[in-house]
C-alpha cells in the first residue's frame, strides 16, 4: 500500500522533531519525571509506591500525548505545514491515526518512565504485564483523542497547553492520588483518566484475579 | 481540458470571497489569475486544491468531475501555497523527501529525485540545512521544488514570485517556463501584471472575487476599445487642442497626456498626412509620432477601472446586499 509508506514517514518524521521539542520536554517528559520523583520520594514503604504507581502511570500518558498533540497539529497547524498533509492525497483517516499514532507511542513510552524509576526502589514481579499494558494503551489512545480534541480548537502552542491543563489539573486530582475518599472515586470513574488507572492499579496489584480474567475474556 | 471550472462560488459570512467564477485550462497550458490583493484568487486555489469547501460549483480534472472528492484528484495536481509551508526543522533535502513519500514514492526513487531537484533549483549547497535558515527566495525555490516532486500534471502556484528579489524571481519564472514546455499545465496567480505578461497564455482578470475577462494576451489586447494608439510629441498641446482634434477627426478620441504629449485612441488604422496638416495649418511642430502598442495594464486598468497602484493595498471587497 502507497499510503502507508506516507503513514510511517509521518509518524518517524514526528517523532524525531517534536519529541524533544521544549514545550512538549516540559510538558511531556520532565514534569512526568518529577511528578514521579515526588510521589516516590515522599512514599516510605515498598508497598506505598506500588500503590501510587498506576496513577502516576497515567498521569504521564496524559500529559505526555496532550502536549506532544499540542505540537504535532496545533504548531503543525500554525506554521501551515498541516495543510501540505491535508493537500497530499493521502486518506483523511491515515493522516489522523498517523497525527496521533506517534503521540500515544509516546504516551506509552512515558508510561515506561514511572515503572522503571520503580524498578530501581522496589521488587515489581508480580505485575500483571498483558493486563497492564493494554491498560496503559487504552490510557495513551483516550487522551491522544482528548489531546486532539484541544489540538485543533485553539491556534496557538501555548494556548493548546494552557487549555490542556483545564483537563490535565483536575484529572490528578480525580484520578485518586490524592483523595482516596470513595464519592470521589465514583464520580471520577467516569473521567478519561480514573477508569484505565483503575485497570493498572488492578493489573499492578493483583495479578493472579486479572489472568484469571484474561483467560475467562 | 486539464481544468474544467464552473459556477464556483465561495462566501465567508456575508463576505463574497468568490462568486460565479468559470474558467477552464487547456492541457500544457500556463493560465494566470491576476487580480489585486483580496480578489479571491488564494480562495478560488483552496477550492479547486481541497483545501476549502466550494458553495457551490463544480470543478473537473482531465474529463471528471471531482467537486465531490478533491482529495482523488491530489495526486494529480502539485501546489505551492503563498507561503512556504515545508517543515523548519528539517533541512531543504529532507523536506523534499518527506514530501516524496508523501505522494507514495518508494525510498530509493525519493533519494534520486530530491538530489535533481535540489540541483535543478540551485540548492544542492544548501541541501543539509535546516529549512529555518533559508532566505524567502530559497524557500519559495524549495516550495516549488516540493510541489514538482511526484511529477504532476497540473501545478498550481499562489503568487510564485511576490515578495522575493528579483534575481530569484527571474530564475522562478524560467523554471517555470521549463517545466511548461515539458509538458505540464499551470495554474498561477499573481498580482503582477508584468509577471501576467510574460508567462501566461491566457489570463484571467478577477476583481472582488468575479472573473471580469479571460482570453490569450492577443485577445485580451484586441478587446481594448482603442485598437490603435498614436502618440505625437508636439511643440504645444492642451485639452482645448485635444477636443479640436477630437471633433475633427470621426472615430478618434484624443487626450493630453502632459502638455506636448498628446495620445490619439482610434479602431482603424490612422492616417497620418492629415494628422500633420491639422498641427500645421495652427503653426504646432510635430517633433515624433509614434504607435503604441496597448500594455496588458492597459486593458487591464480599463477593464477593471483598477488603478495599478492601488493593486497592492488590500483591493476590493464585495458584500451581499
Ligand atoms: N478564512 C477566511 N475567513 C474570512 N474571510 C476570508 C478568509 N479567507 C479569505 N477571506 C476573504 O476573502 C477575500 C478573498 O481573499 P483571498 O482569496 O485571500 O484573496 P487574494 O488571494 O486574491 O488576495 C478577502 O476579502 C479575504 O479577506
Ligand atoms: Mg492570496
Given at each position: 500500500?502507497?499510503?502507508?509508506?506516507?503513514?510511517?514517514?509521518?509518524?518517524?518524521?514526528?517523532?524525531?522533531?517534536?519529541?524533544?521539542?521544549?514545550?512538549?520536554?516540559?510538558?511531556?517528559?520532565?514534569?512526568?519525571?518529577?511528578?514521579?520523583?515526588?510521589?516516590?520520594?515522599?512514599?516510605?514503604?515498598?508497598?506505598?509506591?506500588?500503590?501510587?504507581?498506576?496513577?502516576?502511570?497515567?498521569?504521564?500518558?496524559?500529559?505526555?500525548t496532550?502536549?506532544?498533540?499540542?505540537?504535532?497539529?496545533?504548531?503543525?497547524?500554525?506554521?501551515?505545514?498541516?495543510?501540505?498533509?491535508?493537500?497530499?492525497?493521502?486518506?483523511?483517516?491515515?493522516l489522523?491515526?498517523?497525527?496521533?499514532?506517534?503521540?500515544?507511542?509516546?504516551?506509552?513510552?512515558?508510561?515506561?518512565?514511572?515503572?522503571?524509576?520503580?524498578?530501581?526502589?522496589?521488587?515489581?514481579?508480580?505485575?500483571?504485564?498483558?493486563?497492564?499494558?493494554?491498560?496503559?494503551?487504552?490510557?495513551?489512545?483516550?487522551?491522544?483523542?482528548?489531546?486532539l480534541?484541544?489540538?485543533?480548537?485553539?491556534?496557538e502552542?501555548?494556548?493548546?497547553?494552557?487549555?490542556?491543563?483545564?483537563?490535565?489539573?483536575?484529572?490528578?486530582?480525580?484520578?485518586?492520588?490524592?483523595?482516596?475518599?470513595?464519592h470521589c472515586?465514583?464520580?471520577?470513574?467516569?473521567?478519561?483518566?480514573?477508569?484505565p488507572?483503575?485497570?493498572?492499579r488492578?493489573?499492578?496489584?493483583?495479578?493472579?484475579?486479572?489472568?484469571?480474567a484474561?483467560?475467562?475474556? | 481540458?486539464?481544468?474544467?471550472?464552473?459556477?464556483?462560488?465561495?462566501?465567508?459570512?456575508?463576505?463574497r470571497?468568490?462568486?460565479?467564477?468559470?474558467?477552464?485550462?487547456?492541457?500544457?497550458?500556463?493560465?494566470?489569475?491576476?487580480?489585486?490583493?483580496?480578489?479571491?484568487?488564494?480562495?478560488?486555489?483552496n477550492?479547486?486544491?481541497?483545501?476549502?469547501?466550494?458553495?457551490?460549483?463544480?470543478?473537473?480534472?482531465?474529463?471528471?468531475?471531482?467537486?465531490?472528492?478533491?482529495?482523488?484528484?491530489?495526486?494529480?495536481?502539485?501546489?505551492?501555497?503563498?507561503?512556504?509551508?515545508?517543515?523548519?526543522?528539517?533541512?531543504?533535502?529532507?523536506?523534499?523527501?518527506?514530501?516524496?513519500?508523501?505522494?507514495?514514492?518508494?525510498?530509493?526513487?525519493?533519494?534520486?529525485?530530491?538530489?535533481?531537484?535540489?540541483?535543478?533549483?540551485?540548492?544542492?549547497?544548501?541541501?543539509?540545512?535546516?529549512?529555518?535558515?533559508?532566505?524567502?527566495?530559497?524557500?519559495?525555490k524549495?516550495?516549488?521544488?516540493?510541489?514538482?516532486?511526484?511529477?504532476?500534471?497540473?501545478?498550481?502556484l499562489?503568487?510564485?514570485?511576490?515578495?522575493i528579489?528579483?534575481?530569484?524571481?527571474?530564475?522562478?519564472?524560467?523554471?517555470?517556463?521549463?517545466?511548461?514546455?515539458?509538458?505540464?499545465?499551470?495554474?498561477?496567480?499573481?498580482?503582477?501584471?508584468?509577471?501576467?505578461?510574460?508567462?501566461?497564455?491566457?489570463?484571467?482578470?478577477?476583481?472582488?472575487?468575479?472573473?471580469?475577462?479571460?482570453?490569450?494576451?492577443?485577445?485580451?489586447?484586441?478587446?481594448?476599445?482603442?485598437?490603435?494608439v498614436?502618440?505625437?510629441?508636439?511643440?504645444?498641446?492642451?485639452?482645448?487642442?485635444?477636443?479640436?482634434?477630437?471633433g475633427?477627426?470621426?472615430?478618434?478620441?484624443?487626450?493630453?497626456?502632459?502638455?506636448?504629449?498628446?495620445?490619439?485612441y482610434?479602431?482603424?488604422?490612422?492616417?497620418?498626412?492629415?494628422?500633420?496638416?491639422?498641427?500645421?495649418?495652427r503653426g504646432?511642430?510635430?517633433?515624433?509620432?509614434?504607435?503604441?502598442?496597448?500594455?496588458?495594464?492597459?486593458?487591464?486598468?480599463?477593464?477593471?477601472?483598477?488603478?495599478?497602484?492601488?493593486m497592492?493595498?488590500?483591493?476590493?471587497?464585495?458584500?451581499?446586499?
Amino acid at each position: 500500500m502507497r499510503h502507508w509508506e506516507a503513514f510511517w514517514c509521518i509518524v518517524l518524521k514526528d517523532m524525531r522533531t517534536y519529541y524533544l521539542k521544549p514545550p512538549n520536554l516540559s510538558w511531556g517528559i520532565l514534569f512526568p519525571v518529577a511528578w514521579t520523583g515526588m510521589f516516590f520520594i515522599r512514599s516510605q514503604t515498598p508497598v506505598d509506591i506500588r500503590m501510587i504507581l498506576p496513577g502516576v502511570m497515567a498521569m504521564s500518558i496524559l500529559f505526555g500525548t496532550t502536549s506532544m498533540l499540542a505540537v504535532t497539529v496545533t504548531f503543525e497547524r500554525k506554521g501551515r505545514s498541516f495543510e501540505r498533509l491535508l493537500l497530499s492525497p493521502v486518506p483523511l483517516r491515515l493522516l489522523m491515526l498517523a497525527k496521533t499514532g506517534g503521540a500515544i507511542f509516546f504516551g506509552i513510552v512515558n508510561a515506561c518512565i514511572p515503572v522503571l524509576i520503580a524498578s530501581f526502589l522496589i521488587d515489581i514481579s508480580g505485575i500483571g504485564w498483558a493486563a497492564l499494558a493494554g491498560s496503559v494503551a487504552l490510557i495513551a489512545v483516550s487522551s491522544t483523542f482528548l489531546g486532539l480534541f484541544i489540538a485543533v480548537s485553539v491556534s496557538e502552542v501555548f494556548e493548546a497547553q494552557t487549555f490542556s491543563n483545564f483537563f490535565r489539573f483536575p484529572m490528578v486530582f480525580l484520578c485518586g492520588l490524592f483523595s482516596p475518599w470513595p464519592h470521589c472515586r465514583l464520580r471520577s470513574s467516569r473521567s478519561v483518566i480514573c477508569f484505565p488507572s483503575h485497570t493498572v492499579r488492578i493489573s499492578c496489584t493483583m495479578r493472579s484475579t486479572v489472568r484469571a480474567a484474561c483467560r475467562c475474556g | 481540458m486539464a481544468i474544467e471550472v464552473s459556477g464556483l462560488r465561495k462566501y465567508f459570512g456575508r463576505l463574497r470571497a468568490v462568486e460565479n467564477v468559470e474558467f477552464s485550462v487547456g492541457e500544457g497550458e500556463i493560465f494566470g489569475f491576476l487580480g489585486p490583493n483580496g480578489a479571491g484568487k488564494t480562495t478560488t486555489i483552496n477550492m479547486l486544491t481541497g483545501l476549502a469547501r466550494p458553495d457551490s460549483g463544480r470543478i473537473r480534472y482531465f474529463g471528471r468531475d471531482y467537486t465531490a472528492d478533491i482529495k482523488q484528484a491530489q495526486h494529480l495536481m502539485g501546489i505551492v501555497p503563498d507561503e512556504s509551508n515545508l517543515y523548519p526543522e528539517l533541512t531543504g533535502r529532507e523536506n523534499l523527501k518527506f514530501c516524496a513519500a508523501l505522494y507514495g514514492m518508494p525510498g530509493r526513487e525519493r533519494e534520486q529525485r530530491s538530489s535533481r531537484l535540489l540541483e535543478t533549483f540551485g540548492l544542492t549547497e544548501a541541501a543539509e540545512r535546516k529549512f529555518a535558515t533559508y532566505s524567502r527566495g530559497m524557500k519559495r525555490k524549495l516550495t516549488i521544488a516540493a510541489g514538482i516532486i511526484h511529477r504532476p500534471g497540473i501545478l498550481f502556484l499562489d503568487e510564485p514570485t511576490s515578495g522575493i528579489d528579483v534575481a530569484s524571481a527571474r530564475q522562478i519564472r524560467s523554471l517555470l517556463s521549463g517545466l511548461n514546455r515539458r509538458g505540464t499545465t499551470i495554474f498561477l496567480t499573481t498580482h503582477y501584471i508584468e509577471e501576467a505578461e510574460r508567462l501566461c497564455a491566457r489570463i484571467a482578470f478577477i476583481v472582488a472575487g468575479r472573473i471580469v475577462r479571460v482570453g490569450t494576451l492577443d485577445e485580451l489586447m484586441s478587446s481594448l476599445e482603442a485598437g490603435h494608439v498614436v502618440e505625437l510629441l508636439t511643440s504645444a498641446g492642451t485639452d482645448q487642442l485635444a477636443a479640436e482634434l477630437s471633433g475633427e477627426f470621426a472615430g478618434v478620441r484624443a487626450e493630453t497626456v502632459e502638455p506636448g504629449r498628446t495620445r490619439l485612441y482610434c479602431r482603424k488604422r490612422l492616417d497620418l498626412a492629415p494628422l500633420f496638416g491639422f498641427f500645421e495649418r495652427r503653426g504646432i511642430e510635430v517633433s515624433e509620432a509614434r504607435l503604441v502598442r496597448p500594455s496588458l495594464e492597459d486593458v487591464f486598468v480599463r477593464v477593471t477601472g483598477l488603478e495599478i497602484a492601488k493593486m497592492d493595498n488590500g483591493g476590493h471587497r464585495g458584500r451581499r446586499g
